[in-house]
Every structure is written in structure tokens, then in C-alpha cells.
């Protein structure tokens, strides 16, 4: 497993420059069908084996969840997400991945969902507000820029999908992306 992850790091480093670039020019030509299904799992895998042991990944995946999209944005908002969860969690908790079909109200449509929550240290009101600004951040310095959840939140947009936080100050973190289902 670990001569795996080695081999699958470079390849997916050399992805996410390159995707990267065509982020920052809002290039959307590599959009295409994106098993999201897939992606959850490799970074809950990713999660588990990179993260301290303290930090107990629990993932709830269902299968056939398909998006429109790019993968390795897609990827990069939930490695983005997951961090932040751990981040949150400096003496060990819990971090879940939930992705499943859900029926939006409103239209009665079905959109893929992806939740990830933490039992970490929660955001009062204020941090809450401004999760989403860039170079907002509650990290000491050299900890973090705070692009972070500013780069989640244009890639979620980007895919036409939509980001909220639920938060408390006594602890806790769940942000739920909701995405159109793909072909």
C-alpha cells in the first residue's frame, strides 16, 4: 500500500499543477463525467494513512455517485476540507465522510452530496462569517494562508454546486457541498 501511495503521489501532483493553471484562468474545458464515488474513497484513504493516529476517519460512501466536473479540483476541495478538519482537531478526534444522492426540495432534483465533519474545536459566529474570505485565518502565523476554504468554495462554484458550514462554538465542524448529478 505505501509503494502505491508513492506511486500515485507524483501523478497527481503533476495533475493539480496543471489543473491548477487552468483553474486560475477559469478554464472549464476540462470539464467531464467525474466519479465522485471514487474520489471520497481516495481521500479517505489518503486521510487515514497521512493523518495522526489520533484522528479517526470514518466514511460512509455510496456508489455511483457521478459529477460534471474536474477531477482534480474535485479532489483538492476535499483533501482542502479534510485538512481543515484535522487542523481542527490538534488532539485527536473524529473526522467523517458522508457522500450520497440527495433530493433537493426546492426542484426535486437529486444532486450528490458530499458532508465532511469533524469533532474538533467548532467557530464562533465571526470565524463562521468568514470562513469562505481569502486570506482569512484563525491559524498562527506559518500555519496557513487562508486560501484554503476561498479555493474550496470558487471550485465549488465553479461546478455549479453549493457549500454551507454548520458550526458551534462548543464544538464541531459539518460542511456540506451539494453538486448537480452528472451523466
Known amino acids: 500500500e505505501c509503494l502505491e501511495d508513492i506511486r500515485t503521489a507524483p501523478?497527481?501532483?503533476a495533475e493539480l499543477s496543471y489543473r491548477l493553471l487552468g483553474f486560475a484562468r477559469h478554464n472549464t474545458q476540462a470539464f467531464g463525467p467525474v466519479d465522485l464515488t471514487g474520489i471520497c474513497e481516495e481521500v479517505a484513504h489518503l486521510s487515514r494513512r497521512t493523518f495522526m493516529r489520533s484522528i479517526k476517519v470514518d466514511?460512509?460512501?455510496k456508489d455511483g455517485l457521478v459529477v460534471t466536473g474536474d477531477r482534480v479540483q474535485l479532489?483538492?476541495?476535499l483533501m482542502n476540507l479534510c485538512i481543515n478538519a484535522r487542523d481542527a482537531m490538534p488532539?485527536?478526534?473524529t473526522l467523517t465522510i458522508l457522500a450520497e444522492l440527495c433530493l433537493d426540495r426546492a426542484g426535486g432534483t437529486t444532486h450528490a452530496q458530499?458532508?465532511?465533519?469533524d469533532s474538533g474545536q467548532g467557530m464562533d459566529d465571526a470565524t463562521k462569517s468568514r470562513a469562505f474570505d481569502p486570506f482569512y485565518t484563525t491559524?498562527?502565523?506559518g500555519k496557513g494562508?487562508?486560501?484554503g476554504l476561498n479555493v474550496v468554495y470558487r471550485i465549488v462554484t465553479k461546478h455549479r454546486g453549493n457549500i454551507t458550514v454548520n458550526a458551534g462554538e462548543e464544538g464541531g465542524t459539518?460542511?456540506?457541498v451539494t453538486f448537480p448529478r452528472g451523466d
Open 114 to 117: 458530499v458532508v465532511i465533519s
Open 59 to 61: 466514511e460512509r460512501i
Open 139 to 141: 491559524k498562527p502565523p
Open 11 to 13: 501523478k497527481r501532483a
Open 145 to 147: 494562508t487562508g486560501l
Open 75 to 77: 479532489h483538492q476541495m
Open 174 to 176: 459539518v460542511f456540506r
Open 91 to 93: 488532539d485527536g478526534g
